[in-house]
């Protein structure tokens, strides 16, 4: 199946690695004019201006999705450029430090609440205003297949990604008359810095870890960025607020 996205505008957070950069890559490959964002304002500025250089249209862009007022500007910028936008994949998420709820704080629950759950609302609040406008769009918020089950000693995180799967479903029911598709994909175990930090950095437990999932390895992050383009093209036109596994088989019971 070829997907294209000439024409269209996208928009992906979390853009200077791991799922957002590989999502960022394929959505410019497909033809479409790419706008990164990212906290990490020099990192993705670097990887857009690689990208640039293979002859693809980008905008690197600076935001903290934990900032509503840098989530507009990012939007707003989005528009000023390229004068409307058509996808979106809400990518932008933080793995929770590893402690008990009762060991815990509220600073710690805050600080991956306001990233992983009120950030994807930012995000949604103003890219479905600008798609509204438009009459037309679709959004892939990233969440996890934590969102599917429990996980001791990561409360703040396993939440917040159930926060985003109920969040999508409802935008998904709000939108779909207006011509806006809203999605969600729940990750398993993918090759990215947030995976590692899962188990601390510690390679060998890294390593255990991907053998133990079913298909006995890792997913890749372009493999996570196909199902979103996917969920994005008119090839699937009929998925509206659902949440697709990328897991391997992780959560097969």
Same mark, same amino acid.
Request: with cysteine; glycine share 10%.
């Given at each position: 199946?070829?997907?294209?996205?000439?024409?269209?505008?996208?928009?992906?957070?979390?853009?200077?690695?791991? $799922?957002?950069?590989?999502?960022?890559? %394929?959505?410019?490959?497909?033809?479409?004019?790419?706008? $990164?964002?990212?906290?990490?304002?020099?990192?993705?500025?670097?990887?857009?201006?690689?990208?640039?250089?293979?002859?693809?249209?980008?905008? !690197?862009?600076?935001? =903290?999705?934990?900032?509503?007022?840098?989530?507009?500007?990012?939007?707003?910028?989005?528009?000023?450029?390229?004068?409307?936008? +058509?996808?979106?994949?809400?990518?932008?998420?933080?793995?929770?430090?590893?402690? #008990?709820?009762?060991?815990?704080?509220?600073?710690?629950?805050?600080?991956?609440?306001?990233?992983? &759950?009120?950030?994807?609302?930012?995000?949604?609040?103003?890219? &479905?205003?600008?798609?509204?406008?438009?009459?037309?769009?679709?959004?892939?918020?990233?969440?996890?297949?934590? %969102?599917?089950? /429990?996980? #001791?000693?990561?409360?703040?995180?396993?939440?917040?990604?159930?926060?985003?799967?109920? &969040?999508?479903?409802?935008?998904?029911?709000?939108?779909?008359?207006?011509?806006?598709?809203?999605?969600?994909?729940?990750?398993? &175990?993918?090759?990215?810095?947030?995976?590692?930090?899962?188990?601390? /950095? =510690?390679?060998?437990?890294?390593?255990?870890?991907? !053998?133990?999932? #079913?298909?006995?390895?890792?997913?890749?992050?372009?493999?996570?960025?196909?199902?979103?383009?996917?969920?994005?093209?008119?090839?699937?036109?009929?998925?509206?607020?659902?949440?697709?596994?990328? +897991?391997?088989?992780?959560?097969? #019971?």
């Amino acid at each position: 199946m070829n997907i294209s996205f000439e024409n269209k505008v996208a928009l992906v957070t979390g853009a200077a690695s791991g $799922m957002g950069l590989a999502a960022a890559k %394929a959505f410019a490959e497909a033809g479409a004019a790419v706008v $990164m964002a990212d906290y990490r304002e020099d990192v993705v500025k670097q990887q857009a201006e690689q990208l640039a250089a293979e002859g693809y249209n980008t905008l !690197a862009v600076g935001c =903290d999705v934990s900032d509503d007022d840098s989530v507009a500007a990012m939007v707003e910028k989005t528009v000023a450029e390229y004068g409307r936008l +058509d996808v979106a994949f809400n990518n932008a998420g933080v793995m929770a430090n590893i402690a #008990p709820i009762a060991e815990s704080n509220l600073a710690e629950w805050e600080r991956v609440i306001g990233i992983n &759950l009120r950030g994807v609302w930012s995000c949604l609040h103003h890219e &479905l205003r600008q798609m509204e406008k438009q009459g037309s769009g679709a959004i892939v918020n990233n969440a996890s297949v934590g %969102a599917l089950t /429990g996980n #001791p000693g990561i409360a703040s995180y396993i939440a917040s990604k159930h926060g985003v799967v109920g &969040l999508t479903r409802t935008a998904a029911l709000e939108s779909i008359k207006k011509g806006i598709r809203v999605n969600a994909v729940n990750p398993g &175990l993918i090759d990215t810095q947030v995976a590692r930090d899962v188990v601390s /950095g =510690d390679e060998e437990a890294y390593t255990q870890f991907a !053998a133990s999932v #079913p298909i006995g390895r890792a997913g890749r992050p372009e493999e996570v960025a196909a199902v979103v383009l996917w969920l994005c093209s008119s090839a699937a036109s009929y998925i509206v607020g659902q949440a697709i596994t990328v +897991d391997g088989g992780m959560t097969v #019971p």
